[in-house]
């Protein structure tokens, strides 16, 4: 075989696998994106026609004892339950939050890490959201800041959570982090907070971003948006 020969033999390799990752690159950066967005938007959809038809229960007022409020039904895993709002991220940034973290359900939005306390309730309200591909909700996590707004409305009431620290950066392996009362956070007691975990570095995994909120305030759907939520 001839040198010639060998040299373009190996020059059409080349230019096919770097067309090969180019494709794999586009696949990866772009169309995941495009098809997160379209789920996430699907997810709200049926979210909004689910509440216009059958509202789900109000969340318990603060005074309310378990033997009189009965027990609301399990979320259904992959399913969505609520929506989340960040101002900080974004005025139209809008994703459906859905029961559990597993890698199918946080392609289509954000994911309600199982167990943790339900939204506006005493405990930790957990969530997880990708840092990069599947839409990067959480792209602009580094920018979140204490006093932001983080507004969650599952169809009857909006509950808004304010920021407490900037972002917290741990370990995979640290789940004290959405504990009922989670470590590293400050917090005190008994409560109603809110957990947001995301990957770090920006396009790696071998770490998490952390921030945590409290509740600041609750208003019912019927009375429109919240101030956070207003321009």
Known sequence: MSVR????TFS?????????IILFVVYFLFWTGVKAADAA????????????????????????????????????GGKPFATMHIPRL?????????????VTTLQKGLGHYSGTARPGGTGNFAVAGHRRTY??????FPKLRPGDA???NDGTTWFTYRIVKTPYRTVPTDTAVVDPVPRGSG??????????TTCEPEWGSSHRLIVWAHLDATRPV????PPALRR
């Not at 020969?5 to 373009?8: D, N, Q, S």
């Not at 049926?46 to 409020?69: D, F, H, K, Y």
């Not at 005025?91 to 559990?100: F, R």
């Not at 019927?222 to 948006?225: A, E, H, I, K």
């Open 222 to 225: 019927s009375d429109g948006r």
């Open 5 to 8: 020969l060998v040299v373009r």
């Open 150 to 152: 983080v507004v969650v």
């Open 187 to 196: 917090f005190e007691g008994a409560g109603r907070y809110l957990t947001l």
């Open 135 to 140: 839409g990067d909700p959480f792209k602009d």
């Open 12 to 20: 059409e390799l080349c230019i096919t696998v770097g067309a090969l």
């Open 90 to 102: 974004g005025s139209g940034w809008e994703w459906p939050v859905l029961e559990n973290t597993e």
């Open 41 to 76: 938007e699907g997810e709200i959809d049926t979210l909004r026609s689910q509440w216009a038809g059958e509202p789900v229960a109000p969340a318990p007022a603060p005074s309310s004892t378990a033997a009189s409020t009965p027990a609301p039904a399990p979320y259904r």
